[in-house]
C-alpha cells in the first residue's frame, strides 16, 4: 500500500520539477554544451535520475537537479573528450520542442544571441559552470565548490576571473 | 568583523545576487564592475530563457527510448542468401563453361545417400565420357542432364531463401563434389 502512494508522491513531485526547474537546467545544460540535441538529451536523462533519486533536501530541488546536470554533463564531456564549448553553429542547431517557440530560437534571431555564444565562449569550462550555476541555480558559492569538488576560493576565483573577461565583450561593446 | 577570507566571497555574492542590492549597501569599484558584468551576463541568459512554457509536454521529460535495438537478422539472412546464391552461380557457371571433361562417371559419386534429405535428388545414370582425340573437353551428355538438374535446383531455391536451407546446403555439396571431379578429371586429362 505503500509503494504506490510513495510512487504516485513521486510522479507529482517530478512533474512539479519539470514545471518549475525544467527551463532553468535546460539552460544550464544548453550553457554548457552547446547542443540543443544534446541538452535534451542530458535534461532528460536527469529528470529521470531525479525520479529515482532520494530527495531529502526539501526546498532545494532546482539545486538538486543542477547537481545531477552538472555530472551528466562532466561525464559527457568526458566521453567527449572535448572543451565544452558553444559556436555560433551550434546555437544555430537550437529546434524548438513544442509547439510554442523556443527561446533559444527566439534568441537566435536577435543580436543577443551571438553575444551570449561569444560570451560563453571565452569563458572556460570551470568559469562557465560556476556562472552557470550560481545564475540557474541560485546557489552559494559554498555549494557551487562541493559539487564542482574544489576549493571554495577557487570557485570563487573561476567567478571573479569569469566576470572580469566577460566585461570585455558584455560592458565595454555597450560603452 | 569579517575575516579577509569572506570579503572576497562576500564581494561576489553582491555582485551576483539576483536580487537588486540596497542602495544603502556600499559597494567598492571592482564589486561594481563585477556586478555589471553579471547582469549583463544575466541579460542576456534572461533572454533565452524567456517565454517557459507552462504547459510542459510529458514528452519532454519521458525517458526517451534509446536507440532502438533492430532485430539485424533479416539482414544476416539476406546476406546469407546473396552469398549461397553468389556460390551456387559460380559453381554453375563454372560447371556449364568449365574446361576439364571428365574420364570417369561421376554418377555414383553424385548421387545422395539415401538418409540425406534432399528434395532435389540428381539423376543418377552410368554412362561412359566418350573421348575424343581431337575434342579433348567434349562434354558427356548425361553431364548435360545433371547439370541441367542442377540448373532447375538453382532457380527453385531462389524462390524461397528461408525455407530452403538444407536443400542449399545439399546443392552446394553437389556443386562442389562436380567442381573437384572436374578438377580431378582435369588433371588426369593434362597428365
Redesign the interface.
Known amino acids: 500500500m505503500s509503494q504506490p502512494n510513495e510512487q504516485n508522491s513521486r510522479v507529482s513531485r517530478?512533474?512539479q520539477w519539470?514545471?518549475d526547474h525544467?527551463?532553468?537546467v535546460r539552460?544550464y545544460v544548453m550553457?554548457l554544451v552547446g547542443s540543443a540535441e544534446i541538452a535534451?538529451?542530458l535534461?532528460?536523462e536527469v529528470?529521470?535520475r531525479a525520479a529515482s533519486a532520494r530527495y531529502r533536501e526539501e526546498g532545494k530541488a532546482r539545486a538538486f537537479l543542477l547537481r545531477i546536470a552538472d555530472r551528466l554533463v562532466c561525464d559527457w564531456a568526458r566521453r567527449a573528450n572535448r572543451e565544452i564549448t558553444v559556436d555560433d553553429d551550434q546555437w544555430r542547431q537550437v529546434e524548438p520542442?513544442?509547439q510554442?517557440?523556443d527561446?533559444?530560437v527566439?534568441?537566435i534571431q536577435?543580436e543577443?544571441?551571438q553575444?551570449?555564444a561569444a560570451?560563453l565562449e571565452i569563458l572556460s569550462d570551470s568559469q562557465r559552470r560556476v556562472?552557470l550555476l550560481?545564475?540557474?541555480g541560485?546557489m552559494?558559492?559554498a555549494e557551487i565548490a562541493q559539487l564542482m569538488n574544489c576549493p571554495?576560493?577557487t570557485a570563487?576565483s573561476h567567478?571573479?576571473r569569469g566576470?572580469?573577461a566577460?566585461?570585455k565583450i558584455?560592458?565595454e561593446t555597450?560603452e | 568583523m569579517k575575516s579577509h577570507?569572506e570579503d572576497?566571497?562576500r564581494q561576489?555574492?553582491l555582485?551576483?545576487s539576483?536580487d537588486p542590492i540596497p542602495d544603502d549597501v556600499p559597494l567598492d569599484e571592482e564589486t561594481r564592475?563585477?556586478r555589471?558584468?553579471?547582469l549583463?551576463?544575466?541579460?542576456?541568459?534572461d533572454?533565452?530563457?524567456?517565454?517557459?512554457?507552462?504547459?510542459?509536454?510529458e514528452t519532454?521529460?519521458?525517458?526517451?527510448d534509446g536507440t532502438k535495438s533492430r532485430s539485424r537478422w533479416p539482414l544476416v539472412w539476406v546476406a546469407i542468401a546473396a552469398s549461397l546464391l553468389l556460390m551456387v552461380s559460380s559453381g554453375w557457371l563454372l560447371v556449364r563453361f568449365g574446361s576439364p571433361v571428365r574420364q570417369s562417371s561421376p554418377a555414383d559419386d553424385m548421387a545422395e545417400s539415401p538418409d540425406r534429405l534432399d528434395p532435389f535428388p540428381v539423376v543418377a545414370s552410368q554412362s561412359k565420357v566418350e573421348t575424343n582425340e581431337d575434342e579433348e573437353f567434349s562434354w558427356d551428355d548425361s553431364w548435360d542432364d545433371q547439370i541441367a538438374q542442377v540448373e532447375e535446383n538453382v532457380i527453385l531455391a531462389g524462390q524461397d531463401w528461408y525455407a530452403l536451407d538444407q536443400p542449399y546446403d545439399s546443392m552446394s555439396r553437389q556443386i562442389e563434389q562436380f567442381e573437384g571431379e572436374l578438377d580431378d578429371d582435369f588433371q588426369d586429362a593434362s597428365l
Open positions: 517530478l512533474s519539470a514545471c525544467h527551463a532553468a539552460g550553457g535534451d538529451d535534461v532528460q529528470f529521470r520542442e513544442s510554442e517557440p527561446p533559444r527566439e534568441l536577435h543577443g544571441q553575444r551570449l560570451a556562472l550560481r545564475y540557474y541560485d552559494e558559492f571554495l576560493n570563487l567567478c571573479r566576470l572580469l566577460l566585461r558584455l560592458v555597450d | 577570507d572576497p566571497q561576489l555574492e555582485a551576483t539576483v564592475v563585477l555589471a558584468s553579471w549583463a551576463l544575466s541579460q542576456l541568459l533572454q533565452a530563457d524567456a517565454g517557459p512554457s507552462d504547459d510542459i509536454d519532454v521529460v519521458s525517458v526517451r
